[in-house]
């Protein structure tokens, strides 16, 4: 994000926030092989950076002093293979929710948020799970346990996105678009839209989004977080998202 003279507002810099967020949470979730394999321990001090066009890279700090921006952890590379996976994986994450926030808050200072502005950016961030919590699956926990029985992926009362398409279909399980007649139920969906997240960055529902659910773990992503398209979705018998693919890859090693 640029500061220039431009003004700038809350949502300006949520915006940069939940960009930067989903970068890191693909690193860490469907990129994790790679995002592994370039944590290499034999390397210098490595940081991980969430960038604003919602991409993700492994690199040396900033050499400037000081930096343009609060700097992430510093040689996360150094402990990947002292620890198990996960634990390593739910370090990297911490620290990168704590660099988001330092990053948001910069921006805060820097733009000249009074406190009602800086209450209100802390209230956008606050609504969207941690990265820690995505990566140990907190998120999805949560999710569940507001999600009410009658609000389940089979209840065909109306078009929700947890709606499945029929059993037998060839399609993959996607939410399909809302009906222009049916006016009734609208705040009860509501809600159930802002229960369903996306399993790669955690976004909520958007009904002008094409989404996919795994038939094996039965998340729902985002087409363009795991680099589906309608198109090639029709083509796909049983799908299966990066991190259940990649568990096969593993278990048949």
């Not at 796909?236 to 259940?244: G, L, R, S, V």
Request: charged share 30%.
């Amino acid at each position: 994000m640029d500061g220039g003279a431009t003004h700038r507002t809350p949502e300006d810099v949520f915006r940069d926030f939940r960009a930067r967020r989903a970068g890191m949470i693909k690193a860490l979730t469907t990129d994790v092989e790679k995002f592994y394999q370039q944590c290499d321990p034999e390397k210098e001090n490595l940081c991980l950076y969430g960038l604003p066009n919602e991409t993700w890279e492994v690199n040396l700090p900033a050499e400037e002093v000081p930096p343009e921006l609060p700097e992430p952890a510093l040689g996360i590379n150094f402990a990947r293979d002292g620890m198990d996976e996960k634990d390593w994986l739910s370090l990297v994450a911490v620290h990168s929710d704590a660099w988001l926030l330092a990053v948001a808050f910069y921006f805060g200072a820097r733009f000249g948020f009074d406190k009602e502005s800086r209450k209100r950016l802390f209230s956008m961030i606050n609504n969207l799970p941690t990265i820690y919590e995505v990566v140990t699956g907190t998120a999805k926990k949560q999710v569940k346990e507001k999600t009410p029985k009658s609000s389940s992926k089979i209840n065909k009362s109306g078009p929700k996105p947890s709606r499945l398409l029929e059993p037998n279909s060839r399609v993959p399980k996607m939410p399909p678009p809302k009906d222009e007649d049916d006016n009734g139920g609208e705040e009860e969906e509501g809600e159930e839209h802002e229960n369903a997240l996306c399993g790669a960055c955690n976004d909520n529902y958007g009904q002008d989004e094409f989404w996919i659910c795994c038939d094996a773990c039965e998340t729902w992503f985002h087409g363009k977080c795991v680099k589906i398209t309608p198109a090639k979705a029709e083509h796909i018998k049983h799908y299966k998202c990066p991190n259940c693919s990649s568990s096969s890859k593993r278990a048949r090693a």
